[in-house]
């Protein structure tokens, strides 16, 4: 019981600050800049414990956060060049070059390692500034909070959903050798919730002449995107922790674990999202 109220008020916040720091751009980059660093220093804090790996935790922690400010800083017309990614580079090549200079016994392991913390976490958050900075008609560069807020929504209606019909209905499961509490019945009621939510917000946004750009069943389709591929996140996640032996990324989120076990589903979603919502640019 008293473990159920702590997941509670943890995850109350939690939600609380994910919407508020929508409303805001500044709040949202900072927000999302604090979130992609603490998964970084949390993923390599766990590879660190495989054998013959030894990561450069603080490194590659300011670089992660580093190209999340520099993709928002693009993103959002305040650097309106390239050249903001070079320090970022540079900090890759030499996370190469300095394993010259260690003399790692698996250097091609502490090479692997520290490109799949960029890869897995530092590239996926930074595609929610793709999300949130749109360009308008007349050319201008505007925040809209809509479309990543909604991936968060859906990804919440998604687990919802699941957890309910799941537990009602759950019979056969969805990935057993890697998670076993999974179902297909709870996939099925996660989809569905999350398309009911998707045609409510399309609604209200058609409603109110929002300038999304999305038709009804566009917004249902960001929301089976959302649901796939997000449902996927969590299982990547899952195998990553089955690999390395352990419950939970960590402990970070009182009842919830770790950053990487509350973020999961989001670091699949929100890049398939920016695919899907570049894709309708193109044949529509």
């Known amino acids: 019981m008293k473990n159920l109220i702590v997941r509670t008020i943890t995850g109350v916040f939690f939600v609380a600050a994910i919407v508020v720091c929508f409303l805001d751009p500044f709040a949202m980059e900072c927000l999302f800049a604090l979130v992609t660093g603490l998964a970084i220093w949390e993923y390599t ?53 300095s394993e010259l200079y260690t003399k790692a016994e698996n250097s091609i392991n502490n090479w692997a390692y520290t490109m799949l913390g960029q890869m897995y976490i530092a590239l996926p958050f930074s595609t929610i500034n793709i999300l949130a900075f749109n360009v308008s008609g007349d050319g201008e560069i505007v925040f809209n909070y809509i479309i990543p807020l909604s991936v968060f929504i859906f990804l919440w209606a998604n687990d919802t959903g699941a957890y309910c019909s799941g537990s009602l209905f759950g019979k056969h499961k969805l990935f057993p050798r890697i998670s076993p509490g999974k179902s297909w019945e709870g996939s099925v009621g996660g989809a569905i919730t999350v398309l009911i939510a998707a045609g409510i917000i399309g609604y209200l946004q058609n409603s109110q002449s929002a300038m999304t750009g999305l038709t009804i069943p566009q917004w249902m389709g960001l929301g089976l995107v959302v649901v796939v591929f997000g449902t996927w996140g969590d299982l990547v996640e899952s195998l990553f922790k089955r690999t390395l032996g352990i419950k939970d990324s960590g402990n970070i989120l009182p009842g919830h674990g770790g950053m990487l076990d509350r973020f999961d589903s989001s670091l699949m979603a929100m890049p398939a999202a920016v695919v899907y919502l570049y894709s309708l640019t193109l044949f529509y």
């Open 45 to 97: 804090g766990l590879v660190n414990g495989v054998k013959n790996v030894q990561v450069n935790r603080f490194i590659s922690t300011v670089a992660g956060v580093y190209f999340f400010f520099a993709v928002g800083g693009f993103c959002s017309g305040v650097v309106a060049t390239g050249a903001v990614f070079i320090p970022y580079l540079l900090t890759v090549v030499y996370l190469f070059i």
